[in-house]
């Protein structure tokens, strides 16, 4: 596709339980981000991948939360045993880091996953 | 650290006044400065940024100017539509592969 997609759109679960939300970032951008968006908040930094190098986890609010990228491309991030203060909306964005002329930093977001924990 | 500062809003105008959304920021390095946009139900957009002192970035009627002598990227339109109603994030980017530092976001109501 033409832009970042996530999926699902909206999400609703009951507290304790796993989840997992998708990204798939513009064909072959390099970076991909996970952020979180909570009600009347700011953006927070969750989780970078950028090609084979090791993800910056900095942003990962406690071990409960994880992601991977298959291939380079697919990203998964995982929650488990949700609790209520997780209900948020989670963003997804890419970016070319790679060399020549399509270098750019600009963040392009997905529409995020909107993510109620009951 | 790297931070981003921007105006509380929400900000209610009538449409066709003068609108500024100020923006400040601390960084460690030379940063990029972005102001994206999120209209209702939709996700974030890139409205303009500038990577450099004295770049100026538009976009749609939006300009904003990277003053680093005042680390300010303020937002500026000069004659707001109701189309412009939206929340307005002011970021910056340190660079490769850095993630961005985002504002809390402003809220602006444009009123007929």
């Known amino acids: 596709g033409a832009g970042v997609s996530q999926s699902p759109s909206n999400k609703v679960t009951e507290k304790g339980k796993d989840v997992e939300l998708r990204c798939d970032p513009i064909s072959g951008h390099t970076a991909l981000y996970w952020y979180r968006q909570s009600l009347g908040q700011g953006l927070e930094f969750l989780i970078y991948f950028q090609g084979n190098s090791a993800p910056d986890k900095s942003g990962l609010p406690s071990d409960r939360f994880s992601a991977e990228r298959t291939g380079g491309s697919v990203s998964t991030l995982t929650i488990q045993r949700t609790q209520q203060e997780d209900s948020a909306v989670y963003l997804c964005?890419?970016?070319?880091?790679?060399?020549?002329?399509?270098?750019?930093?600009?963040?392009?977001f997905g529409p995020g996953t909107r993510l109620t924990v009951l | 650290g790297n931070s981003v500062t921007q105006m509380e809003g929400p900000v209610t105008l009538s449409e066709e006044a003068f609108l500024t959304i100020n923006c400040t920021y601390t960084?460690?390095?030379?940063?990029?400065l972005f102001w994206y946009v999120q209209y209702p139900g939709e996700g974030l957009q890139l409205l303009l940024k500038?990577?450099?002192?004295?770049d100026k970035g538009s976009n749609k009627g939006f300009e904003a100017t990277y003053r680093k002598e005042t680390t300010s990227f303020h937002l500026e339109k000069g004659s707001v539509q109701v189309s412009d109603s939206a929340v307005y994030f002011c970021a910056l980017s340190l660079g490769t592969g850095n993630q961005f530092y985002f504002g809390t976001g402003t809220s602006l109501t444009v009123i007929p």
């Open positions: 964005a890419s970016s070319y880091l790679g060399g020549g002329t399509r270098f750019t930093d600009t963040q392009y």
């Open positions: 500038a990577t450099k002192a004295d």
């Open positions: 960084a460690t390095g030379y940063p990029s």
